[in-house]
């Protein structure tokens, strides 16, 4: 596609349920990355996969969250056993590569609301 | 923390240049300054980015001072659709984008 393409846009879900957030980046992008933003903050980095690796998983709040990245392309950000603070807009990017210099390109976002 | 300094809010007549200031006087040698926009509940959207040289796109200009201290985004025939959160970013590596609380931008009729 031309852009980022995350799903759902948006998820309500009950609080204890698991959710999968998923993210279809730029054709071509070996790069990915995943932040949350909460209502009125800022961004958080939560992990970035260059191919399907993930060097630095530091930014993941708790071993609730996992994320996965298959033939470099999709990636899948799995919540378990949700809590009403994981409430957020989770968005996905994507680069060429990690390389400083590199634009990255964002979706529009997952909203996520766990009641 | 952010490691840049912006404006909370600024306003611009429709038609006119929008000038955005950032300071990031502790910006290293490798490190990129780096624009995106956020309108409410859309992802960022990138404008511009820039080493030390002045840039130049279809949305934007960033001119980088000399010491690369500060830089100002500019929009050169702002139009309402222009209002939004301006993040400005100094990154030495594409997966270190931290955002600050960035300038609203108003762009008034």
């Known amino acids: 596609g031309a852009g980022v393409s995350q799903s759902p846009s948006n998820k309500v879900t009950e609080k204890g349920k698991d959710v999968e957030l998923r993210c279809d980046p730029i054709?071509?992008?070996?790069?990915l990355y995943w932040y949350r933003q909460s209502l009125g903050q800022g961004l958080e980095f939560l992990i970035y996969f260059q191919g399907n690796s993930a060097p630095d998983k530091s930014g993941l709040p708790s071993d609730r969250f996992s994320a996965e990245r298959t033939g470099g392309s999709v990636s899948t950000l799995t919540i378990q056993r949700t809590q009403q603070e994981d409430s957020a807009v989770y968005l996905c990017?994507?680069?060429?590569?990690?390389?400083?210099?590199?634009?990255?390109?964002f979706g529009e976002g997952s909203w996520l609301t766990v009641v | 923390d952010a490691k840049t300094t912006q404006p909370p809010s600024m306003d611009c007549a429709e038609g006119r240049a929008a000038n955005l200031p950032c300071n990031h006087s502790t910006i290293s040698g490798n490190e990129y300054v780096y624009w995106y926009r956020q309108i409410h509940s859309q992802g960022p959207q990138y404008i511009i980015h820039?080493?030390?040289n002045n840039e130049t796109n279809e949305m934007a200009s960033l001119i980088i001072t000399e010491d690369r201290k500060s830089s100002t985004l500019i929009l050169p025939h702002a139009t309402l659709r222009d209002t939004a959160v301006y993040y400005c970013i100094n990154s030495g590596s594409a997966r270190q984008l931290t955002f600050g609380s960035g300038t609203q931008l108003t762009v008034l009729p």
């Open positions: 820039g080493l030390k």
């Open positions: 054709s071509g992008h070996t790069a």
């Open positions: 990017a994507s680069s060429l590569s990690t390389v400083s210099g590199n634009t990255i390109y």
